[in-house]
């Protein structure tokens, strides 16, 4: 199989904590991509790292990648109960994304 | 709103019924998708559609028959199915790589279909 597997599967924190997930995969890659999901929603897309860059950052969100040992993580720093969701991280040949079965994130107030 | 439109929002249909879901997109797009994500279970690539031509069939059944009849539409025809094909069918969108930017998916809502 080609996907990303998200540890843990769900994580529970508190408000002002921050989160932090995990993505593995088993292919070479070109990006990777994570994405949020709201219940009953569609999946967002939230950042991109490329196969040659071992970190990036947008607003509170932080994610590194080590292609060596294939694994991604995705730090959400300072958490809101508005970040509450599923998390996913995406990975694949051309445009042929995989996903894993997501961390569900919740904030408690 | 997200770019892309599906409808329905939810559908239930029988076991012998003809349905079919629809999905739009705004955003100037060159490649849709049908994924499906069922409870538990990692979201499942279905259709792969670049430049209206289909280039990944991931094993899926027959009975879930699409069609690309531009780059802005994409429908997923339905027909006979099982209770387990029961979930939500999810559309996104996307430049095909190597026409621009690195392009990450743009999702639909999703339609939440159930079978009885």
């Known amino acids: 199989s080609q996907q990303g597997e998200e540890d843990p599967q769900a994580l529970s924190i508190q408000e002002g904590e921050n989160a932090t997930m995990n993505c593995s995969y088993k292919?070479?890659?070109?990006?990777l991509q994570w994405y949020r999901q709201n219940s009953g929603r569609g999946l967002v897309h939230l950042i991109l790292?490329?196969?040659?860059?071992r970190e990036k950052h947008s607003g509170r969100l932080r994610v590194t990648l080590d292609t060596s040992k294939k694994s991604s993580s995705l730090l959400i720093t300072a958490s809101r109960a508005a970040d509450t969701a599923s998390y996913f991280c995406?990975?694949?040949?051309?445009?042929?994304?995989?996903f894993g079965t997501g961390t569900s994130l919740t904030v408690i107030p | 709103e997200t770019g892309v439109t599906q409808t329905p929002r939810h559908l239930v249909m029988g076991m012998t019924n003809k349905k079919s879901l629809k999905c739009e997109q705004h955003?100037?797009?060159?490649?849709m998708y049908w994924y499906k994500q069922s409870a538990k279970k990692p979201l499942e690539l279905m259709f792969v559609?670049?430049?209206?031509?289909?280039?990944e069939n991931n094993s899926v059944p027959s009975r879930f028959s699409p069609e690309c009849p531009n780059s802005s539409h994409l429908f997923l025809h339905l027909h006979t199915l099982q209770p387990e094909d029961s979930a939500l069918y999810l559309c996104?969108?996307?430049?095909?790589?190597?026409?621009?930017?690195?392009?990450?998916?743009?999702f639909g809502n999703g339609t939440r279909l159930t079978v009885t």
């Open positions: 996104a969108s996307s430049q095909v790589p190597g026409t621009g930017d690195d392009s990450p998916l743009h």
């Open positions: 292919t070479s890659i070109n990006n």
């Open positions: 790292i490329r196969s040659n860059e």
């Open positions: 995406a990975t694949g040949p051309g445009n042929q994304f995989y």
């Open positions: 955003l100037g797009h060159n490649a």
């Open positions: 559609y670049n430049f209206k031509e289909q280039t």
